[in-house]
């Protein structure tokens, strides 16, 4: 059970609060502490330099005109290489946001002091080696005590994965089968997004071999197919598309197994598409797309893809991420195309008979979108334990927050979820 008593001084503290994105997540958390248990959130920032971390409240404060923040919210002094210090820091917490990227390298110690020292983690990883790792090696030890570790909490994977469970929920008889297609525009301004998502790109492509031996060690037997089985395809949404290269599949699957599982749901095969636009955009992804998997293989390469992100990537990723502007004009949108039977038709018998479109849309995804999400999964962990898992463990964000209310707080936060 999530204890939200006085035991602990702060609800939740923000590991690496003064990164690129965890500058924006403090920015969220002060924005809603009247979502807190019993109206009022406690909270505190954690990193290495209490230098940084003073000046990221002192720019939170300007953003937000709370001048309040400056002196009103604490500061731990916390260092993934120093084992104690991150061991003080999840005592205090009830849980602990994470935003130490690439999660490969910084993500495990926190997870390991989140345990043993019963903190709840939540953390935006879109690395399915950390995440599954995690999984692997901590799942037992966080369910005998209670911690509710979720990875995939940000833009990577909250609108792929609970939107499918919330197009299963619209559906009236058995969803089998669901494809998305996400789409994102930039304003005037244009928009780009920070190196530490390319770099965790790079070092995921190159290590690909590592994530099939890991998957060996579950042994899971393969997920049953109910329907037809889906087809890859290179069109949608009126524009050209290509199969989705993040976290969304391996995550959104990671769920549906959780639910056959646990709650004997049927499962939903998944799809995920990027849709591209016009001939132009597929030839510059085509030619990036080449010199990228021939570079990510050598150490010389891996080196010239993270010293100049910007070039190797069209511009799409910088070292400097996008500007308040640009995050200002741009937004998402996740079409859902799911396909299955009507109440009362056998899934074993022909061909799917009923088909359903959801929307979810919302504003900039790294930077606007990922701190919502991320900050709402903590307060729903935060409002409604008893409708979590009934045991702790390492969870996908569908699998944590199935029976919660989750969807219905994005909604109010401007991630929207729809039916067509």
């Not at 958390?29 to 959130?41: D, F, H, K, W, Y």
């Not at 909270?43 to 230098?51: E, F, I, L, T």
Request: aromatic share 10%; with cysteine.
């Amino acid at each position: 059970m999530v204890d939200t008593s006085s035991s602990r001084p702060y609800h939740i503290v923000i590991f690496g609060a003064s990164g690129f994105t965890g500058q924006f997540v403090v920015e969220e958390v002060a924005r809603i502490v009247s979502e807190g248990p019993n109206g009022t959130l406690k909270w505190a920032v954690a990193g290495r330099s209490r230098q940084k971390l003073d000046k990221v409240l002192e720019q939170a404060a300007g953003a937000l005109g709370k001048s309040e923040l400056r002196t009103a919210v604490e500061i731990i002094v916390a260092d993934v290489g120093e084992p104690d210090s991150l061991a003080a820091m999840c005592k205090q917490a009830v849980i602990v946001l994470n935003c130490v990227g690439p999660y490969r390298f910084w993500g495990e110690p926190v997870v390991k002091a989140c345990v043993e020292n019963s903190a709840h983690c939540i953390d935006i990883c879109g690395e399915p080696q950390f995440l599954e790792s995690m999984q692997l090696n901590y799942n037992s030890q966080a369910a005998d005590k209670g911690v509710y570790i979720v990875g995939a909490c940000g833009f990577d994977s909250i609108p792929a994965d609970m939107g499918v469970l919330y197009t299963r929920e619209q559906f009236k008889g058995t969803l089998t089968a669901v494809e998305s297609f996400l789409t994102a525009s930039t304003g005037p301004e244009g928009g780009s997004i920070n190196d530490g998502t390319w770099k965790s790109a790079i070092y995921g492509f190159a290590d690909s071999g590592k994530l099939r031996s890991l998957r060996k060690k579950f042994g899971h037997k393969p997920l049953p197919v109910v329907g037809s089985k889906i087809k890859r395809r290179y069109r949608g949404l009126c524009q050209y598309a290509v199969p989705f290269m993040g976290a969304d599949p391996s995550v959104v699957k990671r769920s549906q197994r959780f639910l056959l599982e646990e709650h004997q749901e049927t499962p939903v095969q998944y799809g995920a598409y990027a849709g591209v636009g016009g001939v132009a955009n597929i030839a510059k992804m085509l030619f990036a797309g080449m010199m990228f998997w021939f570079l990510v293989k050598f150490d010389f390469g891996r080196n010239l893809l993270i010293k100049f992100p910007e070039f190797f990537s069209f511009g799409f990723f910088s070292k400097d991420g996008p500007t308040r502007k640009q995050m200002e004009g741009s937004s998402f949108q996740f079409a859902f195309y799911g396909e299955g039977y009507t109440e009362g038709q056998d899934p074993s018998q022909g061909r799917p008979n009923a088909k359903i479109r959801t929307l979810v849309q919302g504003p900039e995804a790294g930077y606007v979108a990922t701190p919502i999400a991320m900050v709402q999964a903590a307060i729903t962990i935060l409002n409604e334990p008893t409708a979590l898992p009934k045991k702790g463990g390492v969870y996908t964000p569908g699998a944590a927050f199935s029976r919660t209310t989750l969807v219905e707080r994005l909604n109010k936060h401007g991630i929207q979820f729809s039916v067509i």
